[in-house]
């Protein structure tokens, strides 16, 4: 390469040591490379080792109070072991009702038009703010649910703490109703239109219909989501040490009665909160599992 | 994809029901048509318009309440540590103080972490391995906060407190800088910055994969085509083009440490002050809040707490717009 007289004769000792060098060059190119490869498998193994963890810890501490009274009884007062959750189950479910009612039809309304109106000036303000609206802190929405929702009636309520729930749910299911309305092919439009269908039926019963298997996916992961927030109900829904179900008063919530416990001084209560935990992982992590399988058969293995 | 923009939806519907034929009198079912069409279009731009009026509100609502506070301390509120719930004076600087420096922890730690799983799952992983890590990295996002909360303070804080503070302070000797001085207790700023690191990790390794998807194969392919190593095709060829999106990435990972609140409240230790350690316990705007809202004495406590959250929002408002601006700018020419 660095030959200056050609390819004839012996090569010299000055274009020996040249070629050496190159050599040398590439290998510690060659190491580098590999080292910074091995650097990566490395990143990817400390990156999944707390989730590991997390899980292992879940299951040994609290796999053991997790039976059939967990799902049925209440909470007992500290110093008796045993006991449940029933009432923060039912009032979970309960929060994702609200939240689901509040925030998918918005939430796919708005998905809708921007997948359908995509240049418009609304279209992408809304899009951008949906996104930005998705990274506020929930605590945030938190204080803002109390202001407008708990202040001007004086009390706590299940339905405050729903409502502010699902308005963080709104972002989330715009998001992922416009990418799937997108992914529905403009040629089924067509057909429609060409069959004589008129607009607002093309879009809602074939359009919307077609995406509905993906918009449903996005609903499941916006409310596994919120299943486990705990910052906006602490001023909204507050928790509730009894049995209620009422959406005037204030009510128990999984990862609520999670937090007290695990930050209370008792160990029976300890052990509550990993029980709960793990059930609450576990219910997050189905619908995520679920979410993921059926996308992937629906789109292919896409990534 | 560049099929669908170039047939745009809304010029196929005038196609189909644009105007009737000249002469020929317009059918109800036409006008049911039209009228259907109008009231769907604007329901859905209503439900649209819903979201920038939700952020609105937000803004409002919180600012309102928020501004006796403001009136009352003004400046100071940022820069005094004074927080005297019984005398009436609210100065907020540990709180924002510990929201900075957990966060920054929180960044230093995630982000090499980050970037490597984000390049070995667009370029390097096999494919038999990339499903399941990519999976795994998506499930931690999904673990809700307070069970970080739960793990912190069981097992995480414990560690802390046995190995890894006095590993760093006396093994490792870096007791010798005010970082890591001061008794071990566990509760602290690394704790709250380590949890958080983990929270965020996924944030931005999701979105540096998108913007490194996004690169093209060309430029991956130009740079082995000169003699590039792998790791060099990474380095010269690929991360540059991405740059911005990856920083991008980087912000939204900012956004989300910075509000993140129930693990920070159980693992910080929320106590109001500035220590120069990271074995110190501290507070965060989003703790803050979380802690001494229910328990407000008083109008000006509850202002100042909202005055707290009002700083909070519009940061994290500000950070995410710029995250989402330079993420949009690298992943849009996909």
Redesign the interface.
Same mark, same amino acid.
């Given at each position: 390469m660095a030959a200056t007289n050609g390819w004839a004769g012996a090569p010299s000792g000055r274009q020996r040591a040249v070629a050496e060098r190159t050599e040398r060059t590439i290998r510690r190119r060659r190491l580098r490379s590999s080292v910074m490869i091995g650097l990566m498998y490395v990143a990817a193994a400390v990156a999944i080792l707390p989730l590991l963890l997390i899980v292992i810890h879940l299951i040994r501490l609290g796999g053991s109070s997790v039976n059939l009274a967990f799902f049925t009884h209440m909470q007992r007062s500290p110093g008796e072991s045993g006991g449940g959750m029933a009432n923060a189950i039912v009032g979970t479910l309960i929060l994702i009702g609200i939240a689901s009612a509040v925030g998918l039809p918005v939430g796919i309304g708005a998905g809708l038009y921007l997948a359908e109106k995509r240049t418009t000036l609304l279209a992408t303000t809304v899009r951008f703010l949906a996104d930005v609206l998705n990274g506020l802190p929930s605590i945030v929405m938190g204080i803002f649910a109390w202001e407008l929702l708990v202040k001007p009636v004086r009390h706590f309520s299940a339905l405050a703490g729903g409502i502010a729930l699902g308005a963080m749910m709104i972002p989330m299911v715009t998001r992922t109703t416009e990418e799937m309305v997108r992914l529905v092919p403009i040629s089924l439009r067509e057909a429609a239109l060409a069959l004589g269908y008129s607009r607002w039926r093309t879009s809602l019963s074939i359009v919307l219909r077609t995406a509905l298997g993906g918009i449903v996916t996005g609903a499941l992961v916006a409310m596994a989501r919120i299943a486990g927030e705990t910052a906006p109900l602490l001023f909204t829904a507050l928790g509730n040490q009894f049995w209620s179900t009422s959406l005037r008063a204030p009510i128990a919530a999984l990862p609520l009665q999670i937090f007290n416990y695990a930050i209370s001084a008792y160990d029976e209560w300890h052990a509550q909160a990993w029980a709960g935990a793990l059930v609450l992982v576990g219910i997050v992590f189905v619908i995520s599992l679920a979410a993921r399988v059926a996308t992937r058969q629906r789109y292919g293995a896409g990534d | 994809m560049t099929?669908?923009v170039a047939?745009?939806?809304?010029q196929?519907?005038e196609v189909?029901?644009g105007p009737a034929p000249a002469g020929s009198s317009r059918s109800w079912t036409e006008i049911?048509?039209e009228i259907?069409?109008r009231?769907?279009?604007w329901?859905?731009?209503? @439900? /649209?318009?819903?979201?920038?009026i939700?952020?609105l509100?937000?803004f409002v609502?919180?600012g309102v %309440?928020a501004w006796p506070a403001l009136r009352a301390f003004g400046l100071s509120f940022l820069t005094s540590s004074d927080w005297d719930p019984v005398a009436g004076h609210f100065g907020a600087a540990p709180a924002i103080y510990g929201t900075i420096v957990s966060s920054i922890l929180a960044l230093v730690v995630a982000t090499?972490?980050?970037?490597?799983?984000a390049?070995?799952?667009s370029? @390097? /992983?096999p494919s038999w391995l990339?499903?399941p890590?990519?999976?795994?990295?998506?499930?931690?996002a %999904?673990?809700?906060?307070?069970?970080?909360?739960?793990?912190g303070?069981?097992?995480l804080i414990p560690f802390l407190r046995e190995y890894l503070m006095p590993f760093l302070r006396d093994t490792l000797h870096l007791g010798v800088l005010p970082l890591f001085t001061g008794p071990a207790y566990g509760s602290s700023m690394l704790a709250a910055g380590l949890i958080l690191a983990?929270m965020c990790?996924p944030y931005i390794?999701a979105v540096t994969r998108e913007v490194l998807l996004a690169v093209p194969r060309s430029q991956r392919e130009a740079a082995l085509a000169l003699g590039a190593?792998?790791?060099?095709v990474?380095r010269d060829a690929v991360i540059p083009y991405a740059r911005s999106g990856i920083i991008g990435g980087i912000i939204?990972g900012l956004?989300?440490a910075?509000?993140?609140?129930?693990a920070v409240t159980?693992l910080i230790g929320n106590r109001h002050e500035i220590s120069a350690s990271l074995f110190a316990p501290g507070y965060t705007m989003?703790s803050l809040?979380?802690n001494e809202?229910?328990e407000a004495t008083g109008d000006m406590h509850l202002a100042a707490?909202?005055a707290v959250?009002f700083v909070?929002?519009l940061v994290?408002?500000l950070?995410?717009?710029i995250?989402?601006?330079l993420v949009?700018q690298t992943a849009r020419e996909r």
């Open positions: - | 099929d669908a047939r745009d939806p809304t196929v519907t189909a029901t049911g048509t259907g069409d009231v769907y279009t329901s859905i731009a209503g @439900f /649209a318009s819903l979201v920038p939700l952020l509100l937000i609502a919180v %309440a090499p972490l980050a970037l490597g799983v390049v070995f799952l370029e @390097f /992983a990339r499903g890590v990519a999976f795994a990295v998506d499930l931690l %999904a673990v809700p906060s307070v069970i970080y909360g739960l793990w303070i069981f097992i983990i990790l390794s190593t792998r790791w060099e990474i939204l956004g989300r910075l509000g993140e609140t129930m159980m989003a809040i979380a809202f229910s707490l909202m959250g909070l929002l994290t408002f950070v995410n717009a995250a989402r601006w949009w």
